[in-house]
């Protein structure tokens, strides 16, 4: 089996086939390489692991592609070797976020970022990634063990929401948070489905933006 890599892949040009009386154009494909296996980790430790490493990458209208995966000869092995990535064309790759990186808001570090089967993160435009990250050796442990974060410039998160916080306009806890979506406007809003303690199935969709959060829909509510 040949090593797994991330590509982008651009249309550009034409070729030229004829067949029956006519002559069809086709679009060629230019192939860049935006991360392989043995390709050093933008901050050095370690290197873009092989097939089963990455994840389901997302690509915006930049060029830009932003995935999760798991390096190889990291420094503390299975501690630090989970990622968030972006990637451009131009073979810029922009570490966003690490296993084993403090967190943003409060004591603790970033967990297991590859763990979840399901793709958790989204990114807009402007190459800013909403991501749902596990989170090791907080305050509440297991009761504010997960979060909603969005980032553009590595060290600048935006936290949006945290198992734990209370909703508006309730006196319940979030429990569950599931993979979010994220728009164009400067700076994006982030939408997202939740759970509620007592309820591992989501039955809330909140937006989160400029640190306002907005009930859009949930379980009960009148359709319009």
């Avoid at 410039?153 to 949006?160: E, N, Q, S, T, Y």
């Amino acid at each position: 089996m040949h090593p797994r890599s991330l590509v982008f892949v651009l249309a550009a040009g034409v070729c030229l086939g004829f067949g029956a009386g006519r002559v069809y154009a086709a679009a060629s494909v230019t192939v860049f390489t935006l991360a392989r296996n043995g390709m050093a980790a933008p901050d050095a430790n370690g290197s873009f692991g092989s097939f089963f490493s990455y994840r389901d990458p997302v690509l915006n209208d930049a060029g830009e592609i932003a995935f999760t995966g798991r390096f190889d000869g990291s420094a503390l092995g299975s501690l630090d070797n989970d990622y968030l990535v972006r990637a451009a064309k131009s073979g810029t790759r922009t570490l966003l976020a690490r296993q084993g990186q403090a967190l943003p808001d409060v004591s603790g570090t970033f967990g297991g970022l590859a763990d979840a089967l399901l793709q958790e993160h989204a990114m807009n435009d402007s190459g800013r990634v909403a991501f749902i990250a596990p989170r090791s050796s907080t305050p509440g442990g297991s009761a504010d063990n997960s979060a909603l974060y969005s980032v553009r410039d590595p060290g600048l998160f935006w936290l949006h929401v945290r198992r734990g916080d209370t909703p508006p306009f309730t006196t319940t806890t979030f429990n569950g948070i599931f993979p979010p979506t994220i728009n164009n406007q400067p700076p994006g809003a982030v939408a997202f489905f939740a759970s509620f303690a007592g309820s591992a199935a989501p039955i809330a969709v909140y937006t989160s933006r400029l640190g306002v959060m907005t009930p859009v829909a949930w379980l009960t509510r009148t359709a319009p």
